[in-house]
């Protein structure tokens, strides 16, 4: 090719000497930004919940420094960024009893061979409409899901979720089993303390059989009378031997 006409490459512009200053600058470690993203994101449907993490994800999201007027009844008391309608008006609404009313009520009929559908599906019910668009059902919150039978998520696990489900189980099952044997373990040694304490009570004592058994053992009395007896006893001996010499 020609070199007239080869195109000719633009050269890589540089930074500007003079930069402004006064711009906004994404500060990712500010505690802004980690107030942000560890917001919960509630009361939305599916829709607008990925709209919102889009903005969080990508920097985009702007949290109120007041509380905005709802929509429906009026008052100030939206506390989240981008929804129209406050927590309460979510259910209490005339509009939201309305369409909660007609999402509840006509629902998809389900086989009736399908057990774990139609188990799915009378177990769904609606608690809320979405606070930001109006207009589907807001995915239930753990509070909504205690008020019933909680929805399955129906994402598939992951291969490494699965296996740290398997590895948290075989933990619980080597738990169990080493406690188990550690009481039986117990249990067997207080058996064989009983049965030595037994064969101990069984045998005589050493003391017993020097006296002459449990029957011949003095006390009291008695016992300072046999000492008696027994020192008489060696001086009689003693005077005896002493005559003899």
């Known amino acids: 090719m020609p070199q007239d006409q ?8 540089h930074a500007p000497v003079h930069q402004n200053k006064f711009a ?14 560890a917001s919960p994101i509630q009361h939305v449907c599916r829709r ?3 709209k919102i993490e889009w903005k ?24 989240a960024a981008y929804h129209t309608i406050c927590e309460s008006c979510t259910r209490s609404s005339p509009q939201s009893l309305a369409l909660l009313e007609q999402w509840n009520n006509h629902r ?10 139609a188990v799915t599906a009378s177990a769904r019910t ?12 807001a995915i239930r919150s753990l509070a909504d899901q205690e008020e019933d039978t909680p929805e399955p998520t129906g994402r598939k696990l992951k291969l490494r979720e699965i ?28 058996d064989d303390l009983d049965e030595s304490d037994k064969d101990m009570s069984d045998t005589e004592d050493p ?25 008489q006893g060696i001086m009689q001996i003693d005077s005896s031997t002493d005559m003899a010499t």
């Not at 969080?56 to 506390?79: D, E, F, M, S």
């Not at 296996?163 to 373990?185: F, N, S, V, Y």
């Open 48 to 50: 607008c919940h990925e």
């Open 163 to 190: 296996k740290t489900l398997e590895r948290q189980e075989e933990r619980a099952l080597a738990a169990k089993r080493k406690k188990k044997k550690k009481d039986d373990d117990e249990d067997d040694d207080d």
């Open 6 to 13: 080869a195109v000719k490459k633009k050269k890589k512009g």
């Open 207 to 231: 003391f017993l059989q020097a006296v002459g058994g449990a029957d011949k053992l003095l006390t009291g009395d008695a016992y300072q009378n046999m000492l008696l007896q027994r020192e």
């Open 126 to 137: 609606y608690y809320r409409a979405c606070a930001m668009c109006v207009k589907e059902p």
């Open 24 to 37: 906004f600058h994404h500060n990712p470690k500010s505690k802004k930004t980690a107030a942000i993203l």
């Open 56 to 79: 969080k994800q990508y920097r985009k999201y702007k949290p109120l420094t007041a509380p905005a007027k709802c929509n429906h009844c009026g008052n100030r008391n939206v506390k």
């Open 108 to 117: 998809p009929d389900i086989a009736a061979d399908d057990d774990e559908t």
